[in-house]
């Protein structure tokens, strides 16, 4: 079992940053890539960005690319997902989730764990 537990949502204006972090604690976190989702009412859960066990490889969805960066630490057990140039967009519930297979996914049937979810509001 992975227990994942996501901080650091609010309320931004757009153009504005936010940081996000992701928590885990359980089983090896250094044995989970790690997935940064989110859900807007009435839409479907996205796929936002994803790192590799190490932290050596990421991955980002084409809507974020540029504007957010993700990074973890394994000593830490913590991934952060940097949100900058924030868009009204990018409102929505963001979750982290645990994939123990190392074959990138975007499929969110794919993880293994998630987290609860926090809120991220951009006004324009």
């Known amino acids: 079992q992975v227990q994942l537990v996501e901080s650091g949502g609010g309320l931004v204006q757009a153009g504005g940053s936010l940081r996000l972090s992701c928590a885990a604690s359980?089983?090896?976190?250094?044995?989970?890539?790690i997935g940064w989702f989110r859900q807007a009412p009435g839409k479907e859960r996205e796929f936002v960005t994803r790192?590799?066990?190490?932290?050596?490889?990421?991955y980002y969805a084409d809507s974020v690319k540029g504007r957010f960066s993700i990074s973890r630490d394994n000593a830490k057990n913590t991934v952060d997902l940097q949100m900058n140039s924030l868009k009204p967009e990018d409102t929505a519930v963001y979750y982290c989730?645990?994939?123990?297979?190392?074959?990138?996914?975007?499929?969110?049937?794919?993880?293994?764990?998630w987290g609860q979810g926090t809120q991220v509001t951009v006004s324009s």
């Open positions: 989730a645990a994939d123990s297979d190392p074959v990138r996914s975007v499929a969110p049937e794919q993880y293994d764990y």
């Open positions: 359980g089983r090896t976190f250094s044995g989970y890539a």
């Open positions: 790192i590799s066990r190490s932290g050596g490889a990421t």
